[in-house]
T-cell receptor
Framework: AQSVTQPDIHITVSEGASLELRCNYS??????LFWYVQSPGQGLQLLLK??????LVQGIKGFEAEFKRSQSSFNLRKPSVHWSDAAEYFC????????????FGSGTRLSIRP | DSGVTQTPKHLITATGQRVTLRCSPR?????VYWYQQSLDQGLQFLIQ???????AKGNILERFSAQQFPDLHSELNLSSLELGDSALYFC????????????FGDGTRLSIL
């Protein structure tokens, strides 16, 4: 069965600093991988997705993620965070195509230090 | 704007009552998903419908039920409400296939008094 682990529950970084949020997945075949962001009181918004091809994926708001099959990881990065990046971030893996179901990680809450 | 519309935005009711949450998916999306998000449980997948048929079931209680209508909008019915049902309920929609991202509505915040 598919699973996603986000080992960091809460991360605090200073504004302007670089960011890396960790995500590890478990899936037998080539996974479909996603990162979502949820601002307080809002729904989840898709940041980026990986299906195949180039393992470095660019997303919206200056985010990128790198798929590393050998490490079963899909970490999210941003070179310089802004106060508006404070939110909850969810990693997700696409499950069997017949169900079109996505498995979400437990989320990482990002706080920005002024 | 994700294109997914959920109503109402807020709902306050009492224990034992029944409520209906409504979702209109993005134009062209045949799949609709319902999620419950609470502080202690995180984001929990409840159920998925595809073109009117139930496709997958998650951690959905027997007191909860859902359906998808011919016009593809969906309703989530919650009955015999308990205090622990207080949560944010999200609807998402997508195209066919596990490589299709889900697009989320802004949610319905349900408060049980």
């Amino acid at each position: 069965a598919q699973s996603v682990t986000q080992p960091d529950i809460h991360i605090t970084v200073s504004e302007g600093a670089s960011l890396e949020l960790r995500c590890n997945y478990s899936y037998g075949a080539t996974p479909y991988l996603f990162w979502y962001v949820q601002s307080p009181g809002q729904g989840l918004q898709l940041l980026l997705k990986y299906f195949s091809g180039d393992t470095l994926v660019q997303g919206i708001k200056g985010f990128e993620a790198e798929f590393k099959r050998s490490q079963s990881s899909f970490n999210l990065r941003k070179p310089s965070v802004h106060w508006s990046d404070a939110a909850e971030y969810f990693c997700a893996v696409g499950a069997d195509s017949s169900a079109s179901k996505i498995i979400f990680g437990s989320g990482t809450r990002l706080s920005i230090r002024p | 704007d994700s294109g997914v519309t959920q109503t109402p935005k807020h709902l306050i009711t009492a224990t034992g009552q029944r409520v209906t949450l409504r979702c209109s998916p993005r134009s062209g999306d045949l799949s609709v998903y319902w999620y419950q998000q609470s502080l202690d449980q995180g984001l929990q997948f409840l159920i998925q419908y595809y073109n009117g048929e139930e496709r997958a079931k998650g951690n959905i209680l027997e007191r909860f039920s859902a359906q998808q209508f011919p016009d593809l909008h969906s309703e989530l019915n919650l009955s015999s409400l308990e205090l622990g049902d207080s949560a944010l309920y999200f609807c998402a929609s997508s195209g066919e296939g596990a490589n299709q991202p889900q697009h989320f509505g802004d949610g319905t915040r349900l408060s049980i008094l």
